[in-house]
């Protein structure tokens, strides 16, 4: 569903930072894990043009609230040449920062839409 | 959601601007003079840029949402969004009360 | 579960793996001289700990978990100490394979990983403590 309003984006945002908060808990958990490619989430740009263009349901599950991960692709990062011997490419250092980015985010999602629901409320009492 | 709030918060001075400007224009003929508008004018001007303030606030903060714009301007956009809204609500509260008194002056 | 608990439980699971791991070295730190008894015998062989990721299907999320507590085939080294109960015919003794250096920086590995595991626990809180207060202080 594309989002039209304020609060439909800020909901999508919303999601797409949960999921990116799992896909680098994910990545962290397994630092040590020989053999593990560390993922991410694909970029907002691109989730919203994807939305752009409505989609057809042709398996029911593939959409909807309750699909795993809202429905967004993760894939594996593009690695920068750190490579450990065990095979992981989990760079712990970048995965806090990502972390830190995402709360950034976040606290302005949040905000927002309690800045602009205060508005609504305010115009629409008394 | 913006034209919700810009209609209530501007638009619908008119017809309460209207009606008490009919009632009060003798005694503020002397202050329209002076200022050069009428008490109307004056009122529209300190409530129109509410919708122009309450529309960069929203594209602000979509551009937020979507990651790039800049943190403070945005803050700033929105805040001067409230500001103007809550000026907006307390004029239109305030016209309000006093077109529902001056109608029930006794003519 | 939506995607703020799963993080949560994917970095609990992150600190229990790290635990374990600190669990280990420990037991290596506390037996780097433990000979055997009897002449010639082995002594206290090192433990290795490798984990391996499982995907939790319910939620998407990578869980860790412990694959095996193994032991380093590496060899022993030997000492020479004539007096000791463990001590062959030629009085050498055979220490276990545990290098304090290597077991100290492990440590050091493992506590940074469980920090940052803790990182994530206490953002994602923050983070769904945040979308709550959406709803409160509603004047």
């Known amino acids: 569903m594309e989002p039209v309003t304020l609060f439909d984006l800020a909901a999508k945002q919303s999601q797409w930072l949960a999921v990116r908060q799992s896909t680098i808990a994910g990545n962290i958990a397994n630092a040590n894990t020989p053999g593990y490619v560390a993922n991410d989430v694909e970029s907002f740009d691109k989730v919203l043009d994807r939305t752009a263009v409505s989609m057809r349901t042709t398996e029911a599950g593939h959409l909807g609230g309750n699909t795993v991960n809202a ?13 450990m011997p065990s095979k992981n490419t989990v760079v712990l250092e970048n995965e806090l920062m990502k972390a830190g980015e995402v709360r950034r985010s976040f606290e302005l ?12 409320m305010m115009a629409v009492k008394g | 959601m913006i034209g919700g709030i810009s209609g209530i918060g501007s638009l619908q001075f008119k017809p309460a601007l209207d009606g008490a400007d009919a009632g009060v224009s003798p005694a503020q003929g002397g202050a329209a003079s002076i200022g050069g508008s009428s008490f109307a004018d004056l009122l529209n001007q ?28 945005v803050v700033d956009a929105v805040m001067s969004a409230q500001q103007a809204l809550q000026t907006a609500v307390a004029i239109r509260d305030k016209v309000v009360s006093a077109y529902l008194e001056i109608s029930r002056m006794g003519i | 579960m939506d995607a703020l608990t799963a993080a949560l439980k994917v970095a609990a699971s992150g600190m229990g793996v790290q635990s374990e791991r600190l669990r280990v070295v420990s037991e290596n730190l506390a037996n780097a001289q433990s000979t055997g008894t009897a002449p010639g015998s082995d002594p206290y062989r090192r433990k290795t700990i490798s984990f391996v990721s499982r995907l939790d299907q319910a939620t998407g999320g990578s869980l860790v978990e412990v694959n095996s507590i193994a032991r380093d085939p590496a060899d022993f080294p030997v000492e020479f100490q004539p007096g000791n109960e463990a ?19 492990d440590m050091t590995e493992a506590n940074r990983s469980y920090e940052a595991n803790l990182q994530v626990i206490k953002q994602a809180r923050d983070l769904i403590s945040m979308t709550i207060d959406l709803m409160r202080n509603q004047s």
């Open chain 1, 71 to 83: 429905g967004f692709r993760i894939k594996p990062q593009e690695n920068d040449g750190v490579v």
């Open chain 3, 87 to 105: 001590a062959d015919e030629k009085g050498y003794v055979k220490m276990p394979n545990v290098n304090v250096l290597i077991e100290m920086a």
């Open chain 1, 109 to 120: 999602n949040t905000a927002i839409v309690k800045a602009f629901h205060s508005m609504m």
């Open chain 2, 46 to 73: 300190a409530a129109s840029p509410t919708l122009g303030t309450l529309q960069n606030a929203q594209q602000g903060s979509m551009q937020a949402l979507k990651g790039d714009a800049d943190t403070r301007q």
